[in-house]
């Protein structure tokens, strides 16, 4: 599959479980390791399960595997591992926090004022 697919069917599977302020960051021209992070808050501990294993089982069901998966017992955090294609769900509290967002959005503003000093 085409990452665009990827992650169509990533922000689908997130949304079939009522997954909220979904965001896709292209950050191919910031790291190797992967071309996507779609980030995702949930309102609770079993809504944040019950979002990445619908992502799993999706993408599974379309030939993607996931390379693995991190938090599950906790909850508050769950990653999914898709290859090219990183899903964050989140508790909004940790979300806030953590602020993936921003960080990438300020890593590709370093990035752009060092290319222009350059």
């Excluded at 949304?15 to 021209?29: A, N, P, Q, R, T």
């Excluded at 309102?43 to 595997?65: C, F, I, P, W």
């Excluded at 909004?92 to 890593?107: F, T």
């Amino acid at each position: 599959m085409e990452i665009n697919e990827i992650t169509a069917a990533v922000v689908d599977a997130l949304e079939d479980i009522k997954g909220e302020d979904i965001v896709v960051l292209d950050v191919s021209h910031l790291t190797s390791m992967f071309d996507r992070m779609v980030i995702a808050s949930a309102d609770s501990t079993r809504q944040t399960k019950a979002l990445a294993h619908n992502v799993q089982a999706k993408l599974k069901a379309l030939g993607v595997e996931d390379q693995g998966i991190e938090g599950l017992n906790s909850g508050e955090w769950v990653l999914l591992d898709l290859g090219s294609v990183v899903v964050h769900v989140m508790q909004p509290a940790v979300r806030q926090y953590y602020n993936l967002e921003e960080l990438w959005s300020a890593a590709q503003a370093q990035r752009t004022a060092r290319n222009a000093a350059h």
